[in-house]
């Protein structure tokens, strides 16, 4: 059993930074693949950016220089952290465990990132 709690979403002007959190139950972090995934409302929950155990980074286009995805292996917590949002930010955030196969496996229960203009 994993258990993943993402924190630090709420309203944020447009132009403006937040970094969310997404906590471990136990050790995990330092040995998972970890991604951060997002549901705008009424679409359908997209990839954002993603952490390797070694380090590596990636990220969507849409979030590419505004986004950075890192991780806290003492405290195993990884996080996201947001510049320059916008309105089409908006969205429920995920992180997630990825599994072998590169895809997500162990969801948090999301927290939701409102982005006024």
Not at 8 to 22: E, K
Not at 31 to 55: D, H, L
């Amino acid at each position: 059993q994993v258990q993943l709690v993402e924190s630090g979403g709420g309203l944020v002007q447009a132009g403006g930074s937040a970094r969310l959190s997404c906590e471990a139950s136990a050790s995990i972090i330092s040995s998972s693949n970890m991604g951060w995934y997002r549901q705008p409302p009424g679409k359908q929950r997209e990839f954002v950016a993603r952490i390797t155990r070694g380090g590596f980074t990636n990220y969507a286009d849409s979030v590419k220089g505004r986004f950075t995805v890192s991780r806290d292996n003492v405290k195993n917590t990884v996080y996201l952290r947001m510049n320059s949002l916008e309105p089409e930010d908006t969205a429920v955030y995920y992180c997630a465990t990825v599994d072998l196969l590169g895809r997500p496996s162990y969801w948090g229960q999301g927290t939701q990132v409102t982005i006024s203009s």
